[in-house]
């Protein structure tokens, strides 16, 4: 789903770099794909919409059972305000109910002592459980995103406060952890122990 994401808001800023008379009518093919992640139709063998209607957040993958819980990276708020602004209006007042769930997501799925995410989390915030019997509950190789989409949105809407202080407490967990040329581990259970 991220991926899917990011096409649409990459279409929507050529469209603002370029415009859309050219050859590829970028504008269109965003809000085929913005509108498609909203709308899409549960079909019979599983499939799911990428936005989660009664969450109103995106889902980790839209199909099956991977249909009921997120993925903290995926969220990424600033493009939602991009699809409100530039897709079609009506759907306009739904990405931005999206941008503020995210938003909100982003500080109930966040250890409130670190601020590390975990992988996977459900959608009131908590973090999956021994889900596919991998580590997706701790601070894994996807949750290295969040802090980017974080800033992302705050550089470009400074819409919530909250994620600022979400943003300091990645610096001040990472300050601790500072390696000669990176960090001294990657990987860290949300309490940020067992490097």
Sequence with gaps: PDGEEYFAAALYLADRRWGSSGEVNYREEAAKISWALLHNRPSRDGRYPIINGPANMVVFVPYQSSNDHSDPSYHLPAFYELFAEYGPSEDAERWREVARVSREFLVTSAHPTTGLHPDYALFNGKPTQGYQSSRHDEFHYDAWRVPLNMALDQAWFKA??????????????????????????????LDGSNP
């Design 160 to 189: 919530e406060p909250k994620l600022t202080l979400q943003l300091e407490k990645y610096h001040a967990f990472f300050t601790q952890h500072l390696g000669e040329n990176d960090v001294s581990a990657a990987l860290f259970k």
